[in-house]
């Protein structure tokens, strides 16, 4: 099973390295990040079916009420947390990538990456991926100075639910079209949208929560091959 996520590696190789162990049993999860060193898409990770919670602190947690405040309809995290990087955010759930820090002008996401492409929204956001300068490596988009974070109010969510065609950009647009700000495919399929989950009910009919990696779980196709809708 390969899965291959539009904007950004599926999870750091050190996540990663706990979940090899299942490739045999469920076959290959590929993230989509064109411009990854193995050239088909990203990095490889392995789903796991040992049925564990697969959360830690809050990088599995979807948005909370305080998270979801303020914005008008159609903007801010949504209720999946889609935030990207440089939106301000109040935890780990509202972004997509799960990763909200202080850089100093404010907690801010943190898409995670594997080259600088993935790291750039222009003209509005030009980051780069503190992967070391290694093409293929995991990291975090960072800022390359002093950085205030994007209202959250002001993301304007994605309108695509999960099953809906996707289309992969390469760079830090990649995913937004969707409500869960990811885009995703398995194998050959087509690339369709996709969201966190923390339990069967939060993907809709035709998808299951699955183990990703140790902290992470989302709503993938409970077949193969799928269709797009």
């Known amino acids: 099973m390969l899965l291959r996520d539009r904007h950004t590696s599926l999870a750091a190789s050190s996540l990663a ?15 989509a990040a064109p411009d990854d060193a193995d050239g088909d898409g990203g990095s490889r990770a392995t ?9 830690s602190g809050t990088s599995g947690a979807l948005p909370g009420d ?3 405040k303020d914005p008008p309809p159609g903007f801010g ?33 943190r898409d995670s990456c594997r080259s600088d492409s993935t790291c750039r929204r222009s003209p509005e956001l030009e980051w ?21 974070c994007i209202p959250a109010a002001e ?6 639910a999960a099953g809906e065609c996707c289309t992969a950009t390469g760079d830090g647009f990649a995913g937004l079209e969707c409500v869960g700000g990811s885009c995703v495919a398995i ?16 993907c809709p009919s035709g998808f299951v929560c ?15 091959p799928y269709t797009c809708k």
């Open 210 to 224: 699955q183990q990703i990696t140790d902290d992470r779980k989302e709503c993938i196709p409970a077949n193969r």
């Open 47 to 55: 789903p796991r079916d040992d049925g564990s919670s697969g959360t």
């Open 128 to 148: 780069t991926c503190d992967n070391g300068g290694t093409p293929g490596a995991p990291g975090f988009c960072k800022p390359d100075g002093a950085f205030t």
């Open 17 to 31: 390295l706990g979940v090899l162990a299942a490739l045999a049993a469920c076959g290959e999860l590929k993230t």
């Open 155 to 160: 993301f304007e969510l994605g309108t695509r």
């Open 187 to 202: 194998g050959e399929s087509p690339f369709i949208c996709n969201h966190r989950c923390l339990q069967p009910k939060d």
């Open 77 to 109: 995290p949504g209720p999946y947390g889609a935030l990207p990087s440089g939106y301000c955010c109040d935890d780990d759930g509202d972004c997509r990538s799960r990763r909200c820090e202080d850089l100093g002008g404010g907690k801010v996401c």
């Open 66 to 68: 305080q998270a979801k």
